[in-house]
């Protein structure tokens, strides 16, 4: 099974900290995404990456950064951290496209880390 | 309002009996995802259902498509306690090349 793990289920910071949420898969996924999840605001997309190095903004960018140095971990980058940045994170991954460049291959479905929830104090 | 809402908000039943939840969006889709959430875990992807498909079953989860409505139900049949948790849809819009998620239905399965 695909197995995509987040460094840390909770966590607590300031405001004003750079905040590091990593994300790591182990089944050579090409895709992966950041989503953040509020109550009654569902799941919105922060950002998302189909190749080592590229990223694409979701829905929600501002205030966040991310980065892929390899394929298998997809770093969110919290560059001054806010008290509206309290959140609960979910990484995703998807298998790959066809053709390359496209985010996704049709039909595909994604696979979730267990989340962090971040509190920003 | 947003692509995918679910309805209801929220849903409580009985052990054993049948629980639907629905989805309606906006925009002409590809495919349309089930996912379920248990509390403070992330999400687990249980159904994909096409543009041109109407019906899909799988184990006790069966799901409707009508995209002439822009919409679709997720039924679990003869529910157990270990069904508590909150479901998504999903829907893979046509040109957008992303998922987009609903706010989702919690769902209490009582003993």
């Known amino acids: 099974d695909v197995k995509v793990t987040q460094s840390s289920r909770y966590l607590v910071k300031r405001t004003g900290e750079k905040v590091f949420l990593e994300c790591v898969q182990d089944?050579?996924?090409?895709?992966m995404f950041w989503y953040r999840q509020d109550p009654g605001l569902g799941l919105r997309l922060i950002y998302f990456?189909?190749?080592?190095?590229?990223?694409e903004k979701g829905d929600i960018p501002e205030g966040y950064s991310v980065s892929r140095e390899k394929k298998e971990r997809f770093s969110l980058i919290l560059e001054s951290a806010s008290t509206n940045q309290t959140s609960m994170y979910l990484c995703?991954?998807?298998?790959?496209?066809?053709?390359?460049?496209?985010?996704?291959?049709?039909?595909?479905?994604?696979?979730f880390g267990s989340g962090t929830q971040l509190s920003v104090l | 309002s947003q692509q995918g809402e679910e309805d209801p908000q929220a849903l409580s039943i009985q052990e054993g009996e049948n629980a639907t939840m629905n989805c309606s969006y906006k925009?002409?889709?590809?495919?349309l995802q089930w996912y379920r959430q248990n509390s403070g875990r992330g999400l687990v992807h249980l159904i994909l259902?096409?543009?041109?498909?109407r019906e899909k079953h799988s184990g006790r989860l069966r799901v409707t498509l009508d995209t002439s409505k822009k919409s679709s139900s997720l039924l679990i049949t003869a529910s157990r306690a270990a069904d508590t948790a909150s479901y998504f849809c999903?829907?893979?819009?046509?040109?957008?090349?992303?998922?987009?998620f609903g706010q989702g239905t919690r769902l209490t399965i009582n003993p």
């Open positions: 259902i096409r543009s041109n498909e």
């Open positions: 089944m050579d996924h090409e895709n």
């Open positions: 999903a829907t893979d819009i046509q040109g957008a090349q992303k998922l987009v």
């Open positions: 925009t002409s889709i590809n495919n």
């Open positions: 995703a991954s998807s298998l790959g496209t066809d053709p390359p460049g496209w985010l996704r291959r049709r039909g595909e479905k994604l696979f």
């Open positions: 990456s189909y190749d080592v190095k590229m990223k």
